[in-house]
């Protein structure tokens, strides 16, 4: 399968005048990600402290629990001017032309869940170690249907696959510019969508219907929001057991009782959290090929990013 290169604003410094260890770059598996995604490199930190300064930046919790961003060295505050960065990055990366967001773990600014928060500059006491970054705050809300993500999450199989599924599916929803694209988009989605939310994806169908003939501006509007809404839900077991029940049904009179009996025992084991999604979705595709199903192989739940890129 033929994949678009999602666009993914990396926050790196390996090449500002800062210098940090562990920069994502170095990491072997954001190298691999470098064959098939446009990463966009991004310091944040230089552009919070300007003019070549070179200093620890901190959470420290104010009064009545209201946190401030300051400089270890300097005990500058720096809180408006990650306001000022938000507003910056929006103005050079709109919405509509960014794919999702791969910031450094723990940092001040682009933590995602381990940002610490301390009480004073003076002493290294920490109120907690579960906050999020100053910029990341700032970027979920003015991106509210982007996924944002560390490389520390990457390591974790759900956390990456729920990344890579969104940053690929936008990046060739990105690319739909006309109506009949964006009904090929929605076929071609049809049973991943399933997995996340089957009412969102009939939801989806009658937008596209378009009984009241808006725009298709407005169309793609209302249909982004379902879509990437429904990305960032659970995947539950359930639903994807009942997704390739539904899948099977297309070829369960033309497989042979030992076949039959060997989908559902995997089956079995797949709900019981023996093997993983993918030994069943490898086995459907089989059946895919076997029986030339144009339609189903076309589906993107087979492959909805490289699998190259499924180990870590």
Partial sequence: MDFLKPKVLLSSCQDST????????????????MKYIDFVFFCPEERVLKDGVNEELRIIRKVAGHHHLFGVTSKKDYTDSVDVLAKEVVEEYPPEEIDGFLFKSKRALTG?????????????TIVTSHHKGFLTQEIQQLYPLHIVTTERMLRDEFDRDMFLINIFTRA???HCVNMDCLRKFHSDNQYLLMVFNQSAYRRMGQILRNPAKYPYKKVRKEYEQE???????????????????????????????????HFNDLLKQYKEGKVSL???????KSYVVRFEDDYLLSQTIFEPFP???NRY
Avoid at 18 to 33: C, E, F, R, T, W
């Fill in 112 to 124: 995602v869940h381990r940002a610490k928060v301390y009480r004073n500059l003076e002493k290294d």
């Fill in 172 to 174: 060739r929803f990105r």
């Fill in 227 to 261: 879509l990437f809404s429904s990305l960032s839900k659970y995947v539950s077991v359930s639903r994807s057991a009942k997704m390739m029940d539904q899948l099977y049904a297309h070829f369960k009179k033309e497989l042979k009782l030992r076949e039959r009996i």
């Fill in 18 to 33: 800062l210098h940090y260890k562990n920069d994502i770059v170095k990491s072997a598996y954001v190298q691999k990600m």
């Fill in 278 to 284: 993918s030994v069943l979705l490898e086995l459907l």
């Fill in 307 to 309: 699998w190259e890129l």
